[in-house]
């Protein structure tokens, strides 16, 4: 339905009576206020107040010719959505219309005409006032033939237009912002496309979205529904917008929960895909294992770049590895990832990626960069040479007020957060080689070479199985040498000796070069008090100084360098001191467990029993058990008795245990907790090996746990009812049941 912002007067007023409400650009509800007619002026003010507008559609689109002001204005905003401003000019008032009816639909919000003004001298109009569909408060009716459901705030959104002398129309005055919460609804309640058919008018797209299409969610969920029936062990969770549209995905192996159990001290979340632009908002959670190797601990498609997203992306993920925070974690410098650390995980440390914040600099400081070429070497001395808190403080401030940095807003974040990043300041704790000031000297940079800037999802989902196919080979090569290869010595340090029977091979080949490098060193001792030693160690193949504590009362022993810190095994500089000072072994509290060949031997069986709240872990427990015990008990004859046997008396003391205690508030069948039946089917997604088993899942419909009432992604998103059977919705979040249901 076209709208005329010619229409005569008195057909304005046959508008507001009109009976066809299907052709009327107003809803039933909408009137003509009034008209102003002032005595000193000879123009005519019409108001009409309306929910909704069917924005002129067939009349102009969006190709519609649109001329800046002679001032150049610059119209593109974030995100590519052209931004009204005050003095953009355009051919006719219907192109202006059309303008700010296309922002608001990229923004999401209702429109409505506010006021227009005519001429009383020709009948032409002069301005109108458009306003977001909220303007004005609620009136009181007892009668409402079709009630709005955009509530009034009485918001000031919008845009006055005005015609100029040569008539063309000019944005006059724009307010952009709202005093409301901007709701997609808004728009299609305004234009009265919500009972129209999904395919008339396309839908703006927004967050993952752009990045995920109709096919590529089908076979996201193929592969989350085969890798769960494969191990049931594997987690995964859909976040949900308020229109059922897919904001958020996180997905974690059963290999990733387990080693977190082992690696669970350092865990970092990795944002660089989605701050570097990456087409597809790739965030992996990341940690480390004992053969120094990148371990995935979870993935993630973040939608929106938010606390929000990070707060359920945390919250969700501590979920899935039992509730037990990592000791450390690392990220990047932003705000909203501060924000959502603090929320989840208040008792954890927080460190910055250091190489992040060093990549930072050029964006922040090429002015001091280009205009002086010490002040690197003056960043790197604050930081790297610092060997106390005082002596960090001094140096910073001398470099601020040397540069002119003091009221750098970047500048003054980074000595706001200097325990978190400033290696003076991590102390007591090692981040096992996370931060390094290179990303392609991290272990996070593992996975670079697996995805590229403009990889589309399928291209995603070949290089992660790719990726996951050869991190499998790479630990169980480097878990063969450890355990089957005693690695080769290369001096006479007892040091070196008691390392080669403690860490992995890989681990090992690291300390070997630190004690190899004490021949480069030379010692000086600095100064002495009752408790500790200050040493100078001249490092001639670095070409440094640096100053070791040592205090042979509690054997505590700390170098500038911060190797334990960062790496999490003692540097050459270290392992100087303690041989001049008679020490012969490496301190066992330098000795992280983490590094050594037994960090996932028998790892706290007991705890992890104690831990086993979920019904769903102990039969996967048991399960793991019985396969162990079928390969051994069907060796011979004898064992395969045995087993039998045993097996059959056990049954017998369970079964008359679970009779005899009927007040057990558990389930009586493994489908409540979500086992769906399944038979055979082929699933293409899966990983190469799981690909070649079949299987098929009942289909059944997603059912949200308080009302019974269907859920399912809106329009192009309906294959999430090929969702785990018995998959239920727990604040907007698809979590399968098996991962969400508590027993006692």
Known sequence: MEIDLELPSSDQEKLESGVNTNECIMDSASELRGIDEAASSCLVEEVVEACGLNAIEGVIDGGDKVEESGVGVDVVGEGGISVPQNGLKFETKEAAYAFYRDYALSVGFGITIKASRRS???????????????????????????????????CKAGMHMKRTEDEKWVIYSFVKEHNHEICKEDYDNATGRRNKQSGAVARPKKGLQLALDEDDVKVMLEYFMCMQAENSNFFYAIDLDHEKRMRNVFWIDAKGRHDYHSFCDVVFFDTFYVSSKYKLPFVPIIGVNNHFQFVLLGCALIGEHSASSFLWLMHTWLKAVGGQAPKVIITDQERFL??????????????????????????????????????????????YQSQTDEQFEKRWWKMVHRFELREDEWVHSLYENRIKWVPTFIRDTSLAGMSTTERSGSVASFFDKYIHREAVFKEFMEQYKAFLEDGYEMEAKAEFETQNKQPALRSLSSFEKQASTLYTDAVFKKFQVEVLG??????????????????????????????????????????????????????????????????SNIPSRYILKRWTKGAKINQAVDKVSKSLHYRVQRFNDLCKKAIKLGKEGSLSKEAYDIAVRTLEEVLENCVGLNNSVKSVLEPNTLDVLGFPGFEEENCDNCLAKSSKKKRTYKKKKVY???????????????????????????????????DTQEVV
């Not at 910055?352 to 790197?380: D, G, R, T």
């Not at 070791?548 to 960062?566: L, Q």
């Open 518 to 583: 004490v021949v480069s060193c030379h010692l000086q001792k600095e100064s002495e008090d009752e408790a500790t030693i200050n040493f100078r160690v001249d490092d001639f193949e670095e070409r440094q100084n640096f100053l070791v504590s040592w205090s042979k009362s509690t054997m505590d022993i700390c170098c500038i360098c911060r190797s334990f810190e960062y790496r999490g095994f003692l540097c050459k500089h270290a392992i100087l001191v303690l041989q001049m000072s008679g020490v």
């Open 338 to 383: 501060n924000e959502a650390v603090v929320d989840v995980f208040p008792d954890t440390r927080h460190y910055y990626s250091l190489w992040h914040v060093f990549s930072k600099i050029p964006e922040n400081l090429s002015a001091v960069m280009n205009q002086s070429e010490i002040f690197m070497l003056k960043f790197n001395k604050c930081i």
């Open 120 to 154: 009383k001298k020709n009948g032409k109009f002069i301005d109108v006032k458009i306003a977001c569909s909220r303007f004005g408060s609620k009136r009181e009716s007892s009668v409402s033939v079709n009630p709005r459901s955009c509530t009034k705030t009485d």
């Open 704 to 738: 949200s746990e308080a009302g019974g009432i269907k859920i399912g992604l809106q329009e192009s998103y309906q294959q999430m009812d090929q969702i785990n059977s018995r998959a239920h919705h727990t604040d907007n979040c698809y979590i399968p049941q098996q």
